[in-house]
């Protein structure tokens, strides 16, 4: 596959021709809109269910629901790759602002449906959900009746739904069309270039320490110039959040977070003890990196930095061949897939302007296809994003195989197969070097995903649950959110490093996100829960595929605490679970200290 050039633009037109101004977007949000109303027609003459006989009229409804979330999540994953493309774009701007609001009618339709399902005695319950028709939906049903224990009267629930589109949803747009129009002048190579956030966040890993602390510096400039507004926007977002779960009696603002995770929270604390134990071989493994930069303590923005030159900038044709070869190690459909996706230009990678500063993967259902978007900067990093992003599209390509409404597994399990990619990638690199100084590099780069999971990730969790506790009082500052990071980063680094960005709950849009509240603990579940896939995974060899493959399936149905008993055999609300994992991690430090002290002799 040498002479193989890989486009470094996806191609969209499969999926609509001439973007934002198609007249086919408009044929499709059109017939979402006559589905919604179809689906309101059928909802408003359901009454609790009475016995097995309604299972009939149930599976009928699950599959209008079927369609219309098949539908929506379509539509919705195209409008962000227009906007994402170009954040310029006006027309895509205006078709979310519509979209979002057929789904909150939607969502209020299925809040109702909800409702018939929870005011169905349990005898009739059983009776029902038991019978052969319904035997493939029992779990998203048993779901969806556990959570109308917490809806509020359904007008009630109807206004905050449509508030939610020009308030909740709408200051989370705010931050991110913001960001995405900022653009930092910085001074390289003699030339001041104008960068969007993401090309300049790329910076971070530059093997110029100058180029490495200037573009911190601007960057860090540029948050500090608007974190009043940022302090308002997420202000906003969590008063919203909180005032939404005091009508609802809702005292834990980990209760949803879980709840969409499917996770319990002895499994959250057990994770989150064993993480806090083992701090000190990060610590030790950050100090060590400080003294190889010939500094006393690691000052936050060489955290990226190479360890060395060995790797230095990795050409996107190299690092997709990279990618490749690497995957074909784990497994036939996997690099396939891989292949077809690059084949099928469903990669959007060039490094410009005006590009959203987030990398994602965004499926589509109906046409069983993804797109996957990044700013590829030429550095390790980028090739691992892209890994990272191509297995969240591998698994989107798993879920082809099941009913739609079984597909909608929770972002714990997303990250896992995220993750797992990035593994195979990260180790094979590792396994097939014979160079000292190159094996460092990689180690370096392997514990960095370590740290970001253990500490960085960590310092949001922490984060994240002080600001929402102080916002219960009332508006908090950007100076008081400036302590707050400061001290969580402090905390989950075990002091570790120094001259911490001042505005890092500015910068870090995953606070803003306000579709998945908390979205930090994921990660380093999904992190661990890689290891020891990937640890079945290499002992087994390619045979282990097809277990895989069944195990992202399943992903969709179960908690992951089932799904992790199905599939690995493990206990994962006990703290044995994570030590397997924190061990492996552990070792990696280990070995990064003591090669680095072998190459210093």
């Given amino acids: ?177 913001s960001v995405a129009k900022m653009r930092i002048d910085n001074p390289i190579e003699g030339k001041v270039k104008e960068l969007s956030v993401g090309q300049a966040r790329n910076l971070r890993s530059h093997e110029n320490g100058k180029v490495r602390r200037q573009s911190v510096a601007l960057l ?36 949803e977070p879980l709840k969409d995770n499917r996770m319990e929270k002895e499994t959250l604390s057990a994770m989150w003890r064993v993480v806090n134990r083992h701090k000190q071989p990060f610590a030790n493994y950050l100090n060590d990196k400080a003294k190889m930069l010939g500094k006393e303590k690691l000052p936050s923005h060489d955290f990226w930095a190479p360890v060395n030159q060995s790797m230095e900038t990795i050409d996107y044709q190299e690092g997709v061949d990279f990618i490749l070869k690497h995957f074909s190690q784990f497994g036939s459909e996997l690099e396939n897939f891989t292949r077809q996706a690059f084949d099928k230009k469903w990669i959007e990678s060039e490094n410009r302007s005006n590009k959203s500063a987030i990398a994602f993967c965004a499926g589509f259902p109906l046409s069983e296809e993804s797109r996957v978007f990044m700013t590829y900067g030429g550095h390790i990093t980028d090739v691992l994003t892209l890994a990272h992003e191509l297995g969240h599209a591998f698994h989107n390509h798993a879920m082809n195989a099941v009913d739609h409404i079984n597909r909608q597994y929770p972002m714990s399990i997303a990250e896992t197969a995220s993750t797992f990619a990035e593994m195979i990638v990260l180790d094979a690199a590792m396994d097939e070097t014979d160079s000292p100084k190159e094996r460092l590099f990689l180690l370096d780069e392997k514990l960095k995903r370590s740290v970001m999971n253990f500490m960085n990730i960590h310092s949001r969790f922490l984060f994240e649950t002080r600001f929402y506790e102080e916002r219960k009082m009332g508006m908090v500052s950007s100076s008081r959110l400036n302590q707050l990071m400061d001290q969580a980063i402090d905390e989950a680094y075990d002091g570790a490093l120094e001259d911490i960005p001042a505005y890092t709950w500015a910068s870090t849009p995953h606070f803003y996100i306000t579709d998945k509240p908390f979205y930090n603990f994921p990660y380093t579940f999904g992190y661990l829960f890689a290891l020891s896939v990937y640890a079945k995974g290499k002992e087994e060899g390619k045979e282990f595929e097809t277990r895989y493959l069944a195990m992202l399936r399943d992903s969709g149905s179960m908690s992951i605490e089932d799904l992790a008993k199905k599939h690995l055999g493990e206990d994962i609300t006990q703290e044995a679970f994570f030590e397997k994992g924190m061990q492996l991690c552990i070792k990696d430090a280990e070995e990064f200290m003591q090669l680095a002290a072998e190459l210093d002799r």
């Fill in 220 to 255: 860090e400039k540029s948050w500090s110039q608007k974190s009043d507004t940022f302090a308002t926007i997420l202000n906003r977002i969590a008063g919203f959040r909180l005032q939404i779960y005091e009508r609802k009696g809702i005292q834990n603002v980990l209760y």
């Fill in 1 to 177: 596959m040498g002479g193989v050039l890989y486009p470094v633009n996806w191609n969209l037109d499969s999926l609509l021709n001439s973007g934002s101004n198609s007249i086919q977007l408009q044929y499709q949000i059109e017939y979402i809109e006559n589905e919604v109303n179809n689906f309101e027609e059928k909802v408003n003459i359901l009454k609790a269910l009475e016995d097995s006989d309604d299972a009939k009229m149930v599976v009928d409804l699950i599959q209008v629901i079927e369609n219309i979330k098949i539908h929506l999540s379509q539509i919705s994953s195209l409008i962000t790759c227009l906007l994402a493309e170009d954040v310029r774009d006006k027309n895509a701007a205006t078709w979310k602002e519509r979209v979002s609001s057929y789904q909150a009618h939607f969502n209020s339709l299925m809040r109702r449906f909800q409702l018939a399902l929870a005011l169905t005695n349990d005898s009739n319950w059983k009776s029902i959900i038991e019978s052969k028709e319904l035997e493939t939906y029992q779990f998203m049903l048993g779901e969806w009746r556990k959570e109308a224990i917490t809806l509020l009267p359904e007008k009630e629930e109807n206004t905050i739904s449509s508030l939610m589109v020009d308030g909740y949803h709408g200051w989370g747009d705010l931050y991110h069309s």
